[in-house]
């Protein structure tokens, strides 16, 4: 696969804890698919200070792009920004433009921009802000790696300014038969048709509905004329053992 | 916190490329946090197997308890038993008890035990099985890997019979105070009663619900005399700011 990979780095003790599902991480695959950039991992750490900066290390490291969700609010458990410019030895500071959007959002609101809000206006030098549309306080990229919020609906809205921004490759492209056969019934086939097409994934994903036991095979790639051909063999597999 | 560790391992390529919602780590976060075990780290990776492998000796090594999602089903693209034994260099053969067990389930439902289904009663050498009450094929238990299937009642079945078998700490409480503050009118205060609690840890999380602003304030910690005392503080914190 030529597409360009990514990663994702979910920051937050309440994800771990259970307290709040996570559907950052759903709703960022999904997009970066589309836009023909692989996910290619995912992490959930907590509010840590060390092990975010080692997560990010690693992740920037090893994939074209990372993408963070969380920990960029006011208080004292909100250090994804600190943790950022750690990791990459950047200093970090309030800085005027950020200070002004935060400084016209509250000012609209009626609200005072303390000590504690102004935290949010800390950016790493050299970063780049990625608009915030609900709440102002912004994101930012820094080198490969782009800082969201971990409030869906920001984080979402983040998503869609940072996406048309980078370069992707084909969208990865993908087709679902649904047979009401096991698993079992059609592995050793389909491996023989996964086996023929090494630049598709494959995937079969059973099911148990309404007493009915099938299963889903997915296939996946970014050329359509050959997940064209696989679906084609894989109708036939299907009749031939049905 | 003198809890032991967990982290988790969620494999399968349909999870990454957003076909699939991961549903497993919410659900075992918060059975964990009930059993005093803390989820200190989550990974999701793809099908692939040096990735698996690099991932559970990292994890393996790291924390108490790993648990894995996913990838032990027939076809060619379920690799994690395979992965779990290379990891630990143990060998993998068919084996009996996990044959009689296949054996038994498809002789009832009159299916046939061919090779491919054959491939779900390969066990690592010394490895414990784990019931699966759904669909019969194990689980099993290596050294401190818990390896479970991917689809979400089988996976929550497998977890209601491990956890018991572990040794948890104390449960971890948590208490939540609602307050119609932002978080940045609270979180100077707010970070002086963490700092007053270095055991417990305090996360704030915002909402804007009906036009209102609010922020949960969430006290987490074993001791629940401490929880209460915190909360005590945080209660007339808001009082006073109010």
């Not at 458990?77 to 943790?83: N, R, S």
Request: aromatic residues 4%; charged residues 20%.
């Amino acid at each position: 696969m030529t597409n360009p990979t990514a990663a994702m780095l979910v920051i937050g003790d309440e994800i771990l804890s259970g307290r709040t599902r996570d559907s950052n991480m759903h709703h960022l695959a999904k997009e970066l698919t589309s836009h023909g950039i692989a996910l290619a991992e995912a992490r959930v750490v907590p509010d840590d200070r060390g092990v975010i900066i080692t997560a990010l290390r690693a992740l920037a490291t090893a994939h074209a792009h990372v993408f963070t969700s969380g920990g960029i609010g006011p208080t004292h458990d909100d250090i994804t920004a600190e943790a950022v410019a750690a990791a990459f030895d950047t200093p970090i500071s309030v800085r005027d433009d950020a200070r002004a959007i935060l400084q016209a959002h509250y000012d609209r609101s009626g609200q005072n921009l303390n000590d504690a809000r102004l935290r949010m206006a800390r950016i790493p030098d050299g970063a780049t802000l990625i608009e915030n549309p609900i709440s102002a306080a912004p994101g930012f990229t820094l080198r490969n790696v782009h800082v969201m919020a971990g409030v869906p609906a920001i984080f979402e809205a983040m998503v869609a300014s940072v996406l048309p921004t980078l370069t992707g490759g084909a969208p990865l492209l993908s087709q679902t038969l649904c047979v009401t056969r096991g698993e079992g019934d059609i592995a050793a086939p389909l491996g023989e048709i996964a086996d023929r097409f090494p630049d598709l994934s494959f995937g079969s994903y059973p099911f148990f509905r309404d007493g009915v036991q099938g299963t889903n095979i997915v296939v996946r790639g970014s050329d359509g004329a050959q997940v064209d051909a696989a679906m084609t063999d894989l109708s036939k597999l299907v009749s031939d053992t049905a």
